[in-house]
């Protein structure tokens, strides 16, 4: 992997990291046309941890509220641990079979579709009033088990967390700022297992130079796409991402029928 491989997957995982449309599968359809065959699951986690950055940044009150554990906040905390609760325990006992798919660009395509249908679908629903501090303790629990369905690559993240937020009443800010901050823990908890499982085998062979860029370029463009997300999802277009993920889904099929 050279230094403008590692920008443009890094830019390529910090738009699509928020931006409903599959960060996982972009990396893997462009990992597999760029013919990239080394450290891609390493690469993959250092990317996604430059995404956290931004969020950071956007969210940073509600970051620094929920770590003085204010009274206003411990209702969110404790909804945003029931949410990841689903995605640790799937991610954890099926680690080795949602690796193997990383180097599926079919099911990728298929699963993209799969989004897009979601998104469509969601874009037609009335939104709720509700703030995260209004739902019943299982709902957090069901927005969780959206997320466990995106470690599978097609399968967007933040459309499916936003998604089922929606379809348990919240308004589209709360469900976004809700899918935004649950993502801080089960990013960084992925990333430092991954971490600790490459220390581990002993097989770092990055060079120092390719994850700082890819690492800038996630956080750098992963900001720019969160004020996309949030504009789109207040005008109440997230049904166009469903076009582009149909389109992209098509080509990656036709593209590797010629292959």
Known sequence: MNSLQAIFLGIIQ???????????????????????????????????????????????QDIKDMILFKKEKRKEIIYILLAII?????????EDFFAELFSNSYLTALMLILTGLILYITE?????????????????????????????????????????????????????????????PVIG???????????????????IKIVILGFLAASISGYLAIK???????????????YYCWILAILVILLNLLK
Do not use: C
């Not at 931006?19 to 990992?31: D, K, R, W």
């Not at 990239?36 to 250092?46: A, C, G, S, T």
């Open 124 to 184: 037609k629903i009335e939104s709720g009033t509700k703030e995260v501090e209004d739902l019943k303790f299982w709902q957090p629990f069901l927005v969780g088990l959206a997320q466990a369905g995106a470690i599978i690559p097609g399968i967007s993240r933040s459309g499916t967390t936003i998604a089922a937020s929606l379809f348990q009443g919240l308004n589209r800010e709360a469900a976004a700022r809700f899918s935004f901050l649950m993502s801080v």
């Open 228 to 242: 996309i997300l949030l504009k789109v999802l207040a005008e109440k277009k997230l049904n166009y991402f469903s």
């Open 14 to 60: 910090g738009l699509t990291e928020f931006i409903p449309v599959s960060s996982s599968g972009h990396l893997v359809i462009a990992q597999s046309f760029l013919n990239i065959k080394e450290d891609q699951i390493l690469f993959n986690v250092i990317l996604h941890i430059g995404t956290l950055i931004p969020i950071f940044i956007v969210f940073k």
């Open 86 to 94: 689903p995605t640790g325990i799937i991610g954890v006992l099926f």
């Open 189 to 207: 908890g992925a990333g430092l297992l991954q971490f600790l499982n490459v220390l581990e085998k002993g097989s770092f062979e990055l060079e």
